[in-house]
């Protein structure tokens, strides 16, 4: 090792590549070294480029010779966005995800961080005699801007592109690579009064009868001294913003600029929520919980709670218990529980200690509620998926609510699942952690119900005694038969006409969007399909247009046939577009409120429709999964789902699990409150365990039927799985790498198992195979899955299968461009 006389940095660069997926020292310059720390976004030379980088170190010595270490350039960051803490884990994630560290850091931080590369141009010191009129305008316009960006330059001079090229050769002008954020602090202009009330008074006294709207704001100022935005000032007193303008000029006032993070939740207020008394259960869960916090000592719960047990409830008991200790908390919930409802609660409890971080922010609402948690202004942080990430310093407590959720599993790299990330977090930080569900995942069950890691809590009853509610399974097969063509069964139709009378509400629940699932042509057979994925378009009818739902290619409905000219084209399948229109058509006067993607993609869009059905402006709530959880409506005493069977056919071993999972989780909407409620579930499989289970609210008799079957199969929580996706254009060298890819993978699990004396059979290579859905985006996709025992090291053998890849002879023969990801325990297996 090289001794050096200044500190040096290891940086992961922002090359998200396995050739480069390794951290590169850079020497700290002495005016740089005070602002740089583990943690830190930094500014670095990287080959020609100039990049975004995270320190993952600071050390004295390094490997490199004398004069190749390269200094940084820049910090981003006067405080370091990332504590020691999240750097480990982010290498954590590398390691375990097969994924580059650089994808894990930044995938830590909000969008706003991210960051955004720009050519700027700079005035070189000295400039040439021989410049023309044209040459110096562009010179005189780079030099007033310091660093002008190249777009900006081209902007105030077109057609000049040329002429720019040349100064920059001829060194008139100097061009280099800087790294912003893509986003930055929202900032406004504030009215300071310039004096005390006395000096106002005086000042008031010494102005014109003229200057009438001078001097009623300096009243203003008079009576509250307090400084207020200029905007809002001169709202609140009708006056031009020139009237402040020209007192700040006389020096009665000052203006200045203050940094404003903005807030989602400004002007509406929380009242105060008292915690109420909790039942023998909950009291008895949160004081289990209550102890470990209390000791300081790490652990980890399933809280496992019928629908309406009151699990939120403990919840918020057990934060307000980790805030009173001086520690922290992070709640995860599903996106789409993340209601309004969920978040007055606990505004209402915990009031401005709270930051939410969901995806219905706008970047600039995130990136302001993520700085609340960094600066330490907040203690607890409520969010989707990736809240799991909030920089708290001191975690006491972490809640994943829901957790058998399949959205916890991210589906883009790193495909993490908040339930690991959280776990190792609570690990580290001697903090607890409390996976609630009324329907949880296998995994987590047996490993609750056989103490692997996990305390088994159990809360069977409702709050208030309350029964649950009544489920009736309907036989479409015999409706069909009886002649009843309708998507509504006879029981149901009946039971929504009750509800009308009674003017009670109801939740419909149809997993899919759209209003019919294919289109077809009666005549020759040609069904409507997407021209870059093997998937077929959904008709949506508001627009009278057909859509791809994996990648938004759109094309107008035809009228006839595009194969063979037939007039005779059927659309298919229910959507809830189309339960929308016959809610509509058989129950004449009924008010539908519909929620779905479609309807919610806009701002605030949940909210307004929760809010209008909360305050009795519908009597139907129709909706895909989004309508089945965190939802609590006294007036709901009616649940129907329309096509129960709809993912219990879907080639994926944990299909069956996720449709016991969503019919007992919508079934828990009907019945929470004083008015008894009722559940009907329309099904072509009224004899499957899953349904009768979900019929019974038995979950321990589903799980015993299920674990069963899993065992028998080989499959989760009886053993591991990771999913290898290639995807080509081309068919035959995709063929070629994922063969190449498997016998890898399948060599250096046979060297691991013969070093340490292993089974080869605790491990199995399944592939490549074609993917349940061949063709996406105009991509051919491949398949390898791999088997495997808990603690065996597949994360490594499938590094080195990767690095052995890139250098072989698929990569020879232009196996570079297939696309491979990986994904370890998969949740889709799509």
């Not at 809002?232 to 009237?243: D, F, I, P, T, Y």
């Not at 708290?392 to 883009?412: A, C, N, P, R, V």
């Not at 409702?462 to 038969?481: A, I, K, T, W």
């Not at 009795?616 to 006294?634: H, I, Y």
């Amino acid at each position: 090792m090289t001794e050096k006389s200044g500190p040096v940095a290891r940086v992961i660069v922002d090359v998200p590549a396995r050739s480069t997926n390794r951290e590169f020292d850079y020497l700290v310059p002495p005016e740089l070294a005070p602002f740089v720390d583990v943690g830190s976004r930094v500014e670095v030379p990287f080959g020609r480029r100039v990049l975004q980088g995270f320190v993952t170190e600071l050390r004295d010595t390094t490997d490199l010779e004398p004069g190749r270490l390269k200094p940084l350039t820049n910090v981003l960051d006067i405080v370091p966005p990332l504590t020691p803490e999240l750097v480990r884990l982010g290498k954590w994630m590398g390691e375990t995800l097969v994924c580059p560290d650089i994808i894990a850091l930044q995938a830590m931080l909000p969008g706003a961080l991210k960051a955004k590369y720009e050519r700027v141009l700079e005035a070189a010191p000295a400039a040439p005699d021989s410049l023309d009129e044209a040459d110096r305008a562009i010179r005189a316009f780079v030099e007033a801007k310091g660093a002008a960006p190249v777009r900006s330059v081209l902007e105030r001079f077109p057609g000049e592109a040329d002429r720019v090229k040349r100064l920059v050769k001829r060194g008139v002008l100097v061009e280099r690579q800087t790294v912003r954020d893509r986003l930055k602090p929202q900032k406004r202009l504030f009215v300071h009064p310039a004096g005390d009330a006395a000096a106002i008074g005086a000042w008031i006294d010494g102005l014109p009868a003229s200057a009438k709207r001078q001097k009623d704001v300096l009243a203003h100022f008079r009576d509250h001294p307090e400084p207020v935005p200029l905007s809002e000032l001169a709202e609140r007193l009708k006056v031009a913003s020139g009237v402040v303008k020209a007192l700040a000029d006389k020096g009665y006032v000052e203006i200045r600029e203050r940094e404003v993070l903005r807030d989602p939740y400004a002007g509406r207020p929380f009242s105060p929520l008292p915690a109420p008394v909790l039942t023998a259960e909950q009291a008895a869960a949160r004081d289990e919980i209550c102890r470990c916090l209390e000791r300081g000592l790490h652990a980890r719960f399933l809280l496992h709670g019928v629908t309406g047990s009151g699990k939120t409830e403990v919840y918020l008991q057990a934060i307000s218990r980790c805030l009173e200790l001086g520690r922290e908390a992070i709640v995860l919930v599903p996106e789409i529980s993340l209601t309004p409802q969920m978040v007055e609660r606990f505004k209402g409890r915990f009031g401005d200690r709270v930051a939410v971080l969901h995806s219905r922010l706008s970047q600039g609402e995130r990136y302001d509620e993520w700085r609340k948690i960094h600066r330490g202004q907040v203690s607890v942080a409520v969010g989707a998926r990736s809240a799991v990430f909030a920089p708290f310093t001191k975690l006491g407590l972490i809640i994943i609510d829901e957790e058998h959720e399949s959205s916890y599993k991210q589906e883009e790299s790193p495909k993490y699942h908040a339930r690991d990330v959280a776990a190792r977090r609570a690990e580290e930080h001697g903090a607890v952690l409390v996976l609630g569900s009324a329907t949880p995942s296998l995994e987590s069950y047996m490993a609750a119900r056989e103490g692997r890691g996990l305390r088994l809590v159990r809360m069977p009853g409702r709050v208030g005694g309350r029964p649950m509610p009544v489920v009736h399974l309907v036989d479409m097969r015999r409706e069909l038969e009886e002649g009843n063509r309708s998507m509504f069964s006879r029981r149901l139709a009946e039971a929504i006409r009750a509800r009308l009378e009674r003017n009670e509400q109801m939740v419909l629940l149809m997993n899919r969007r759209g209003y019919a699932t294919f289109v077809l042509c009666r005549s020759c057979g040609h069904a409507a399909r997407c021209p870059h994925c093997d998937i077929s378009l959904t008709y949506h009818q508001n627009i009278d247009m057909l859509r791809c739902h994996y990648c938004g290619h759109a094309e107008r409905n035809p009228a006839t046939c595009p194969s063979c000219g037939s007039p005779h084209i059927r659309h298919f399948g229910t959507g809830t577009q189309r339960v929308e229109e016959e809610l509509v058509r058989t129950f004449p006067g009924i008010r539908v409120i519909r929620m779905d993607v479609d309807t919610t993609s806009g701002k605030g869009a949940h909210e307004k429709w929760l809010n209008r059905f909360r305050d009795r402006e519908a009597d139907v709530l129709l909706g895909t999964q989004m309508v089945a959880k965190g939802l609590d409506f006294p007036a709901v005493t009616l649940v129907g789902v329309l096509a129960a069977d709809s993912i219990l056919h879907l080639p994926d071993f944990r299909a069956v699990e996720k449709t016991f999972q969503l019919v007992s989780q919508v079934a828990g909407r009907a019945g929470r409150h004083e008015l008894p409620g009722e559940v009907i579930v329309q099904t072509y499989n009224p004899g499957h365990y899953a349904m009768r289970a979900a019929a019974a609210h038995d979950y321990d008799g589903f799980a015993a039927t299920e674990l069963k079957l899993r065992r028998d199969r080989g499959y989760p929580p009886f053993a591991r799985l990771a999913l290898l996706t290639l995807s080509h254009p081309s068919p035959p060298l995709l063929a070629q790498t994922g063969r190449r890819l498997a016998d890898l993978v399948r060599a250096l699990w046979l060297e691991e198992a013969r070093a340490a004396g292993l089974d080869p059979a605790l491990l199995d290579v399944l592939g490549p195979t074609e993917a349940p859905i061949p063709r996406l985006k105009d991509r051919y996709r491949i398949q390898c899955m791999i088997k495997y025992r808990h603690d065996l090291p597949v994360p490594r053998i499938l590094r080195e299968a990767l690095g052995r890849l890139a250098d072989g002879p698929a990569a020879e023969a232009g196996g570079e461009g297939v696309q491979i990801s990986v994904d370890i325990d998969p949740q889709n297996m799509m």
